[in-house]
């Protein structure tokens, strides 16, 4: 019964998965067609003269959001002229003359490479690429967080690095994340880099646009810088696994700060598997040590307060794969887990600490890889110093409540997408077609 109600579900899922990509294929055909009737609006053009240019691609309606509003000030404090590119409208685009110094509206057609490609072109339509020291494309579907962002900014804009990404991803192949991408003026004014441009073909639909968008510009940076280190990430592999191994605090952190919602296949680290794994490593019994473990818990339980307010629900237990922990009792920090890892090598307590440290370091950082870096990794990011977030977290099911509170509230505004859509667009949604 089970077996025939799989099969069942696999074909409607199929069938969905047909009917989702040929209306979408279509519905992007027709938007298309009606870009050709919609051309791009110059509202208003500032002299340009010689500085970095902030490209921002925008998906604004009446007002800007008040943290992009911040984001490009902080731009234009900088010294940098702002090419801003809307899919959507402003009200009154004359009132933002002096944050946008060059402001187009387009027919929403394309996303945000379809944005991007607007920029490029007028920017090389000016003859700006011959003059310009370093380009800065960003897009409004991350938050930027006050504080942060100026000194974030002046890091992408200051940098040596032909071409900087905020984050990279590991995900299908190495690239940067092309909604925060730095790169230089010998890089802009690359053969390979306007032509990227002036060939690339506008889609509505997400898998095409990351296919042709995302992943072809990486490959085409990678062709327009000088060498292979220009090609680099501002928060990458290497900055993180330097910060996890040298910083214990920070390591703890990072521990607690993994990625907590089960909706996506990307596996997501947490204590009990961190404990699991060096019990393993180090062919430990399964039975720990009862008393020195519990003697900690309970001064951990006199200690705090917020002892008392965790229950098994909320932490993974300490309880091993067909046997149960000692001490049956949740798993709080990094404390506990260094306690329970000691526990267990009565005879090497020395080393214990140490040796967990190296295999947590090692198990974070091969997490860190996995999945999309902005998403995956979110809070930790955050904590390493990334002065953006991305808004559609909550929305693609990659952050649960946990993950949000980590982070901040304003992810909650767009609801895990499977509960917000309905028929050929749920079933493009969890297709990753929408």
């Not at 607007?118 to 003859?127: E, I, R, S, V």
């Not at 430990?284 to 917020?306: A, C, M, N, Q």
């Not at 140490?354 to 809070?379: K, S, T």
């Not at 955050?382 to 509230?409: E, H, N, P, Q, T």
Request: aromatic fraction near 10%; glycine fraction near 6%.
């Amino acid at each position: 019964m089970f077996l025939f109600r799989g099969i069942i579900s696999a074909v409607v899922n199929q069938v969905l998965f047909l009917y989702a990509q040929i209306f979408l294929s279509l519905q992007s055909f027709v938007n298309g067609l009606k870009a050709r009737r919609h051309p791009d609006r110059l509202h208003h053009q500032a002299p340009y003269d010689g500085q970095k240019i902030l490209l921002v691609a925008l998906y604004e309606k009446g007002v800007l959001r008040p943290d992009v509003r911040r984001m490009i000030a902080a731009a234009k404090a900088q010294g940098a002229y702002v090419l801003a590119v809307n899919n959507l409208a402003l009200s009154d685009p004359a009132a933002w003359r002096d944050l946008l110094d060059c402001y187009i509206e387009r027919y929403n057609y394309g996303r945000d490479f379809g944005s991007y490609q607007t920029g490029f072109l007028h920017l090389y339509a000016q003859g700006w690429d011959q003059t310009c020291p370093r380009v800065l494309m960003l897009n409004d579907s991350v938050y930027f967080c006050r504080r942060r962002t100026p000194p974030f900014l002046a890091d992408l804009f200051d940098s040596e690095a032909e071409a900087l990404g905020a984050t990279e991803n590991f995900e299908f192949e190495h690239h940067l994340g092309s909604f925060c991408i730095a790169m230089a003026g010998s890089v802009v004014r690359h053969p390979r880099m306007r032509r990227y441009w002036q060939r690339y073909r506008k889609s509505d639909i997400r898998p095409t646009v990351i296919a042709r968008g995302e992943m072809q510009l990486s490959k085409t940076l990678k062709r327009a810088v000088s060498s292979e280190d220009q090609f680099t990430s501002l928060y990458g592999v290497a900055r993180y696994e330097t910060r996890v191994r040298g910083d214990a605090g920070y390591r703890a952190r990072a521990l607690y700060h993994s990625r907590q919602s089960d909706r996506v296949p990307w596996p997501a680290l947490k204590a009990k598997d961190v404990l699991r794994e060096f019990r393993v490593r180090n062919f430990v019994s399964p039975t720990f040590g009862r008393d020195e473990f519990r003697r900690h818990y309970d001064e951990k339980r006199l200690s705090t307060g917020d002892y008392v307010k965790l229950t098994r629900r909320d932490q993974p237990s300490l309880a091993p794969p067909g046997g149960i922990t000692a001490p049956d009792v949740p798993l709080l920090d990094y404390d506990d887990l260094t306690a329970a890892a000691t526990a267990n090598l009565d005879n090497r307590k020395g080393k214990a600490g140490a040796m967990l440290d190296e295999l947590a370091a090692d198990l974070l950082v091969a997490n860190f890889v996995r999945g999309g870096h902005i998403h995956q990794n979110a809070a930790a990011l955050l904590d390493l110093g990334l002065a953006i977030v991305k808004l559609d977290g909550m929305y693609r099911g990659v952050f649960d409540a946990s993950d949000v509170r980590k982070i901040c509230a304003l992810l909650l505004a767009r609801p895990w997408g499977e509960h917000v859509t309905r028929g050929w667009r749920k079933a493009a949604f969890l297709l990753g077609l929408h």
